[in-house]
């Protein structure tokens, strides 16, 4: 164990340095500046994607900076993996609020997904342009008949000469309104066993044929979406990986959404803001974190927080050093899900009476902001496998019980 | 920059683990547990042939010098093992001696126990869960000292006690001898028997001075906070495995009861909460030699969320088994007795949170 920055890395990390001060100028920064009460800075959705980030991400990327898992051939930066370089790079964009990686469904899902069984012709036109925002990606997978029983799915595509047509239809589809391209499953061989008549499939959003229809969500934001297929036409060649074993190639997909979600940044974030909420709110005629029992509920989140962020350095070094992260890869998703939870009621207890107030009543504490969280950690325990399906998976495949029966 | 053990320290592990398999299976634990002073001398002999008890002893004299993390790693196997003995002692000791002022009394004792032929043990704690260092009543006026230690462990087999006291400059720690004047060791039953404990009575003991301030009250403190918690992370783990085990074998309503998916969930909820917990012990260790910032707040950490762990997990655990869980001669229990000891020794888990958010400056 070794958790000491070694002169190469205290070099590495001024080379980082000189670059951001270079390329991203207080200028930029200051026109970067999100509304910290902001609704985006609390799900982690305020990321710049115009032309100036675009240019920066790609100067950034040429110096191995960002995307550092991913070829150069396809837009990546392709470094040898180092966990504490990643570290040293977040670190310093972050301070600088310099552009870094694009989290979301595109570079986080569909990347690592085409990497792995996308064609020559797929990578290079899609991984590139999806690193950098250019391209921004929805996940078409959940139907009305199909959440946890994904293979359930009905949506169907037909071959019709050079082109598939879909019908169907798609829900809780996040950022369809903004998405220029689909990732969806949808079946092919209606007459093989469920699994096996499916195909993964890209499908571009203004294809004529999809209506995409807002649904507002509890938080009264929109931002999933229902999407409905009438004859859509898809080129033929728009699927990965073989017809019919779009299960399989999802497989993948999933496996990073969850680490996507199980990443601790998020709760973070939220206990940072929780934090300062406790030092500053007066409740009973003293600070909040005076109180015996917020205090102890407190560190209790706070404990979890950092075995959540030492957990994730540890998945870090199995993967640097080639190890099979086995078990230890599986729980990140459910366990950030109770703690996300335990975080944001914190923070409505520590709000006292406030708390009742509206997310954006300008007499709520932040705006209201922690009534978001309250309410996404329930997003993010349904959203990409809700917890009683984590549990069936780390009950069945991590600790070797038995499969339950499904039909 | 690396998060997880080295080679060295999956071969200490491993070698540690096949020794306790081989030697110290649950009967063992049991004789020891009935015996009169819940020390196996065979047991801890193969241990210092190992090296075991000089980890932390320098190699200047005869010890390994190695980190506190190494012998928080043998502390998990020893609670995966269920391993009785003056282990956790003997580790708060070695810190607490390697941070005294007089080093050449801390030299002798350190080789004494690198070799396996002084056993040492502290006391610290008093009267009203009392853990710290700036609230000891035990005092010393011309070189004796008079107080009660209520829970320190293996004095009755210790060959010099460590003893935190006060005198005229503040706390300080003395070294005892066994038979010093004064000195009434009273064993007492503890839920635990593979961890005694005695209450020590000083009347009048002389002692000598080997340590001023609270600097290596605090050190040994932390060690066996974080002892404890590595501890209650092995002892977890073997349980959840052994549970694993029985809930595929024993069969009800026509199919193993594994199968229910309640059982399937509360398993893997357990599991789901013990995983991350190792990153945190882990840190503390490596924080306690490497990082003197993070070192006390995180052994507190780590002490008081692993303990917390391993009660919810002997809860569930005997849960899952049924009748047979709650039975004396089924092992579990064992385990269970190990979680009410690492959860009340050195303060319980509250405690430790209010010191962790105290010595974060909240
Ligand atoms: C904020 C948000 C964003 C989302 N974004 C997307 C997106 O971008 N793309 C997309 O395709 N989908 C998306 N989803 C959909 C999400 O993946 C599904 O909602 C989820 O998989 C659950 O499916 P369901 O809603 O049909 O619930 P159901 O499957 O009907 O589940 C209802 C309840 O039954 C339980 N349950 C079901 N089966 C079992 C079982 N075998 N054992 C135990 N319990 C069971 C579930 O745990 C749940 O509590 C999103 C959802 C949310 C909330």
């Known amino acids: 164990m070794n958790l000491s920055f ?3 890395y205290e070099a590495f990390r001024a080379d980082v340095r000189a670059f951001v001060a270079e390329h991203w100028t207080a200028a930029d920064a200051a026109a970067t500046e999100v509304d910290p009460d902001s609704v985006a800075a609390m799900t982690g959705a305020a990321v710049r994607t115009d032309e100036r980030a675009a240019s920066f991400r790609t100067l950034a990327i040429e110096r191995g900076y960002l995307y550092r898992h991913v070829p150069r051939a396809y837009g990546g930066s392709e470094q040898p993996p180092d966990p504490l370089k990643a570290v040293i790079i977040a670190e310093e964009f972050k301070a600088a609020k310099a552009p870094f990686e694009i989290m979301g469904q595109g570079p986080s899902m569909l990347v690592p997904t085409l990497l792995e069984h996308g064609t020559e012709a797929q990578k290079q036109r899609f991984v590139r342009d999806t690193l950098v925002g250019k391209i921004r990606w929805c996940q078409g997978y959940s139907e009305p008949g199909a959440g946890s029983d994904l293979a359930s799915l009905r949506t169907k595509a037909e071959l019709d000469g050079d082109h598939w047509v879909v019908n169907g239809q798609k829900i809780w589809t996040s950022s369809a309104q903004e998405a220029e391209w689909m990732f969806a499953l949808v079946r092919t061989e209606p007459d093989r066993p469920k699994h096996d008549g499916i195909t993964y499939m890209l499908i571009e959003m203004n294809s004529p044929g999809i209506d995409v229809r807002p649904l507002r969500q509890m938080t009264g934001d929109v931002d999933f979406s229902e999407v409905f297929f009438e004859n859509v036409r898809v080129p033929a060649d728009g699927v990965i990986g073989e017809r019919g074993q779009g299960w399989v190639v999802s497989r993948s997909t999933l496996k990073h959404e969850r680490a996507l979600i199980g990443n601790a940044a998020l709760q973070r974030r939220t206990f940072d803001g929780l934090l300062l909420l406790a030092q500053t709110v007066e409740l009973r005629g003293g600070r909040a ?10 560190v209790a989140v706070e404990t979890r927080l950092l075995a959540a962020e030492r957990h994730g350095q540890r998945l870090l070094t199995l993967s640097a050093r080639g190890e099979d992260p086995g078990f230890a890869a599986m729980v990140p998703k459910l366990y950030a899900t109770g703690l996300s939870y335990d975080i944001a009621k914190l923070a409505m207890d520590v709000q006292g009476d406030k708390g009742l107030l509206a997310i954006g009543e300008e007499q709520a504490h932040f705006s209201g902001m922690f009534t978001v969280a309250y309410m996404w950690s329930l997003g993010i325990l349904i959203a990409g496998g809700t ?8 009950a069945e495949r991590g600790l070797g019980m038995p499969r339950e029966v499904r039909k | 920059m690396d998060f997880g053990l080295s080679e060295e320290q999956v071969l200490l592990k491993d070698s540690v683990r096949r020794y306790f398999e081989g030697e110290c299976p649950t009967s063992r634990v049991r004789t020891v547990m009935e015996g009169s002073d819940g020390h196996d001398v065979g047991l801890w002999s193969g241990l210092t042939e190992m090296g075991i008890p000089g980890l932390l002893v320098p190699e200047a004299q005869g010890g390994s010098g190695l980190d506190l993390l190494d012998a928080a790693l043998v502390a998990e196997e020893m609670g995966w093992a269920c391993i009785p003995g003056p282990y956790l002692a003997c580790v708060m000791a070695t810190v607490g001696l390697l941070a005294v002022d007089d080093t050449s009394v801390a ?12 056993l040492a043990t502290v006391a610290l704690g008093e009267d009203g869960d009392e853990w710290d260092a700036d609230r000891v009543q035990t005092r010393v006026e011309g070189g004796v000292l008079r107080g009660t230690k209520p829970l320190v462990p293996y004095a009755a087999s210790a060959d010099v006690v460590l003893v935190a006291a006060r005198d005229a400059e503040g706390p300080g720690l003395w070294l005892v001898e066994r038979g010093a004047g004064g000195m009434t060791i009273a ?11 005695a209450r020590v009575t000083l009347a009048e003991t002389p002692g000598t001075k080997i340590a001023s301030g609270r600097r290596a009250i605090d050190r040994a403190r932390d060690a066996g906070l974080v002892l404890l918690a590595a501890d209650a992370y092995g002892g977890a783990q073997r349980c959840v495995e052994m549970t694993r085990d029985y809930v595929l074998t024993r069969e009800q309503f026509g199919q193993p009861i594994g199968a229910f998916q309640a059982v399937k969930h509360q398993l893997a909820d357990l599991a789901t909460q013990l995983e991350p917990a190792l990153s945190l012990w882990w840190y503390a260790a490596h924080a306690y030699d490497h990082i003197p910032e993070d070192a006390a707040r995180y052994a507190a950490l780590a002490k008081a969320h692993l303990t917390d762990l391993y009660d919810r997990a002997m809860r569930d655990c005997t849960e899952l088994h049924g009748g047979i869980g709650f039975t004396w001669e089924y092992d579990l229990q064992l385990w269970f007795r190990r979680a009410i000891f690492d959860r009340a020794f050195l303060g319980d888990a509250a405690h430790h949170r209010q010191r962790a958010a105290d010595l974060a400056g909240w």
């Open chain 1, 6 to 8: 070694s002169p190469e």
């Open chain 1, 289 to 298: 974190i005076d109180d015996p029992v917020i205090r102890d509920r407190l």
């Open chain 1, 387 to 394: 917890a009683n399906i984590q549990r069936n998976i780390i």
């Open chain 2, 107 to 118: 030299a002798r004792l350190l080789s004494g126990i690198a070799a396996g032929d002084i």
């Open chain 2, 187 to 197: 064993p007492l039953e503890g839920s635990d028997m593979t961890r005694r404990v």
